[in-house]
């Protein structure tokens, strides 16, 4: 290669990197951030056995999560978005659409009862997550974050964020109807 092609094809390599990290950050920026896949989707619960939290008398564990179709939601009383979407579980327990079951994640003992107790409880089981080792093994990034569970105890569907009546009426409802056949 002569001396000035050599020396072009130099000059050419920070400029085709540039464009090429360019595209791969653009085509990032179009991607929705609740739209984490989850590679637990289709594979069983993990395995765990958490006490109920307090002043409740059932906890949670994998074999509560078989036999009928059932959401899972991870909650704090320290969280905001948690307390935007419990007046839809509320609701959704009202309807008694499906069982929902609450995964308390890092409370303090008594902030988890003294929050159920003051917002009301949608749950018919709670597990403390005192440590937040559970929530770990089921690929929690933050809360809240809702779980849709199979008949057979296995992960059919996770939503990142407070459930909300689109996301319930478009999403979920129709999802679990479809699971409950």
Known sequence: MPPSRARRATLLLPLVLFV????????????????????LIG??????????????SLGLATADLKGEVSLVNVFASWCVACRDEHPLLMQIKRDRVLPIHGLNYKDPPADAAGWLDEMG?????TGADLDG???????????????VIDREGRIAYKHIGPITPAVWNQTLLPLI???QK
């Open 20 to 39: 090429g990290i360019g595209v791969f950050l653009a085509v990032g920026l179009t991607r929705n951030p609740r739209e984490i896949p989850s590679a």
């Open 43 to 56: 594979k069983p619960v993990p395995d765990f056995s958490l006490p109920p939290v307090r002043g409740r």
């Open 121 to 125: 409880d949608p749950y018919t089981r």
């Open 133 to 147: 080792r559970v929530a770990i093994d089921w690929g929690v990034y933050g809360v809240p974050e809702t779980f």
């Open 177 to 179: 109807r479809e699971l």
